[in-house]
């Protein structure tokens, strides 16, 4: 566990979803005094009922912050806790921390390092992945790039969050382009785990006898094992919605395209996450892009 001393740094968290929540406790369990925020004040209230100080708008929480951890969805929720009505950057003090962990355009991170940096804050590219069990328990992976002046700011308090800690670069960027080429490998393999469980039923093979069958054998992937059992069990509460994976293989496409390269699976996967979000299940679990194959009866809820 670590100690939280009088001369550790203020910590700051904004966005208590899924991920967000799970890291806030990992660093309260390992001892750090934690300001929270989040758009659902009522979230942040609660979070801090059991330890930490919930504030009501990212300008309140950065005059009490030396570091900000921001984990909401894109670029755009973090331009709005930044530079937005009562946006933090307002408030925050010199050489303190912004560490990013949404999933963005590298470009964009790269771009918000300088502005930062310009006005006196430091910066880390720090997107994650694992999962909300992962995030609980401090067990999540973090891709991070940025300066020296900005990991050592950080100390120890990415350890109190995540058990793999990859640096990738002296700036920022580098962080992302890793999240996103994570993100292609993934957003492809739940569209061909959908594709190979949707052929299996049609075949009229038991699904249940499919999925215990290839997670014993080659062709699994932790994409089949994790999405195609929300599948059996007629489970699609969206842990990470089809609409994410909208965007993110959105912003692969983007940054292949601006380098003339060719993503021809990647490109199939969005186009089927495209199709399911149009036919209306965005908002549900990405194993529910299984719903766009024809003339199959999924399972139904036990």
């Not at 990212?58 to 984990?71: G, M, R, T, Y």
Request: glycine share 8%.
């Amino acid at each position: 566990m670590t100690t939280n001393t009088k001369n550790s740094p203020s910590i700051g968290l904004i966005g208590l979803g899924a991920m967000g929540l799970g890291m806030a406790s990992s660093l309260r369990r390992n001892g750090y005094a934690l300001n929270v925020c989040d758009v659902r004040f009522e979230v942040a209230e609660n979070f801090a009922l059991a330890g930490g100080v919930a504030f009501k708008t990212p300008s309140e929480l950065a005059k009490v912050s030396d570091i900000i951890i921001s984990v909401v969805v894109n670029a755009e929720q973090t331009e709005a806790i930044l530079f937005g009505d009562h946006g933090a950057v307002n408030e925050l003090k010199q050489q303190s921390l912004f560490i990013m962990c949404s999933t963005v355009d590298p470009n964009w991170s790269a771009l918000l390092e300088k502005r930062l940096n310009n006005s006196g804050f430091l910066y880390l590219d720090a997107p994650i992945s694992g999962g909300a069990a992962k995030a609980a328990a401090g067990q999540i992976t973090m891709m991070t790039s940025g300066h020296a002046d900005a990991y050592q700011k950080a100390g120890n308090i990415l350890e109190a969050m995540a058990s793999n800690i990859y640096k990738l670069g002296d700036r920022a960027g580098f962080g992302s382009k890793v999240k996103i080429i994570n993100q292609l490998l993934a957003g492809v393999h739940i569209a061909v785990a959908a594709e190979a469980m949707a052929l299996g039923i049609r075949e009229g093979v038991d699904p249940n006898a499919l999925y215990e069958v290839i997670t014993h054998s080659a062709g699994n992937s932790w994409m089949f094992e994790n999405r195609m059992a929300h599948v059996l069990q007629a489970d699609y509460t969206a842990l990470s919605a089809v609409d994410i994976f909208i965007k993110d293989l959105g912003l692969v496409l983007d940054t292949a395209r601006a380098s003339k390269f060719p993503l021809p699976l990647a490109a199939t996967a969005h186009q089927m996450f495209m199709q399911a979000s149009a036919a209306g299940y965005g908002r549900e679990d990405d194993a529910a892009v299984i719903k766009i194959f024809p003339g199959i009866k999924l399972p139904d809820a036990k």
